[in-house]
């Protein structure tokens, strides 16, 4: 059974990940990923490939970012001039010091209140803070430290942030490839999406053997295959849960729109996902994918176990 929303997508799902997975990891344009799926039999047009990269594309970021260890605990942050849609605007990063992305964000200004919108949103999402901030001699930081209150060691000094200075090389790479960004909000979605890839492949190969570098590879790829499985399973099984309780068809690409629609909601609804839970063992004998009449016969097997554990003696 595929799940619901990939359906209305002509093509597997493999293809779907693999054309977002070409696109994210290596320097290529959606032009360049539609040849490269030429090369292999499957015709498909580059704006059917932004598309894909555009909607499945921050799902998979935000499941890579979840499964990524805690950082270092000394974060260095700086800023670089981007050109979008023929505007200066600004781009603010921060890595920690092993080279992994924190937080990239796109604003319009360089002053002490982005920098503070930074710091803001970087506490935010890791939940912890530093024991050393790393920044080069603008003043705004130390401003924007000074507003929020931070106590962590301030370091400032040029040669200090090589770190977060060379992290900018992949962007500006891509940048060149893309040929600009087009306006803030895309560049925003990109670099968020760009920077979960990057930290799950990047695995300083120059410092390793080839032994640890194949293995560093191959856990990479598990955990990009796992991701997706993970964006893949949660709403198969919503789906799945759905279909047996309301009777839906399992092409319906929005079953749980239609119950709330009407209005099977409240506990009547998280009584029959109790049940649905409890039909697990019945549902594997039909295998990964069972059709709606095999989660039919399954729940009617249930309920009918239930009724007579109901009957007294």
């Known amino acids: 059974m595929t799940s619901p929303i990939y359906c209305g997508y002509r093509f597997p799902v493999d293809v779907i990940h693999r054309a977002i997975w070409l696109y994210l990891r290596f320097t290529l344009s959606y032009r360049d990923v539609e040849e490269l799926l030429a090369e292999r039999g499957i015709v498909v047009s580059y ?5 894909w990269v555009t909607t499945f594309g921050p799902q998979i970021a935000g499941r890579l970012r979840a499964r990524r260890p805690v950082p270092h605990r000394r974060w260095h942050l700086d800023e670089m001039f981007v050109r979008i849609g023929g505007k200066q605007m600004y781009l603010w990063r ?6 992994e992305v924190l937080e990239v964000l796109v604003q319009a200004h360089r002053d002490h209140r982005a920098a503070a919108k930074l710091m803001r949103k970087l506490l935010k999402r890791q939940g912890l803070g530093p024991i050393e901030w790393v920044t080069d001699k603008y003043p705004a930081y130390g401003a924007a430290l000074r507003d929020l209150q931070l106590k962590a060691r301030h370091v400032r000094g040029k040669q200090a942030n090589n770190r977060a200075e060379s992290s900018h090389v992949p962007v ?3 940048e060149w490839k893309l040929q600009g960004f087009k306006s803030p909000r895309s560049a925003q979605q990109f670099l968020a999406m760009h920077a979960a890839t990057y930290n799950t492949f990047n695995v300083c190969r120059h410092l390793l053997t080839a032994r640890t570098h194949r293995f ?10 796992r991701s997706v499985i993970g964006l893949m399973e949660r709403p198969l099984l919503i789906h799945l849960r759905s279909s047996l309780i309301w009777g839906l068809p399992c092409t319906d690409p929005a079953p749980t729109r239609n119950a709330i629609k009407h209005g099977f909601v409240g506990s009547r609804f998280a009584e029959c996902i109790c049940r ?9 004998p039909f295998g990964s994918g069972p059709c709606r009449s095999s989660v039919q016969i399954a729940y009617r097997r249930l309920s009918a176990q239930q009724s007579s554990q109901r009957e007294p003696d």
């Open 276 to 284: 649905v839970v409890a039909c697990h063992d019945y549902l594997r």
């Open 172 to 174: 500006r790479r891509r």
């Open 94 to 99: 921060a890595v920690d010091a092993e080279g």
């Open 47 to 51: 704006e059917t490939i932004r598309r």
């Open 216 to 225: 560093l590879r191959t856990e990479a790829f598990g955990n990009y295959r």
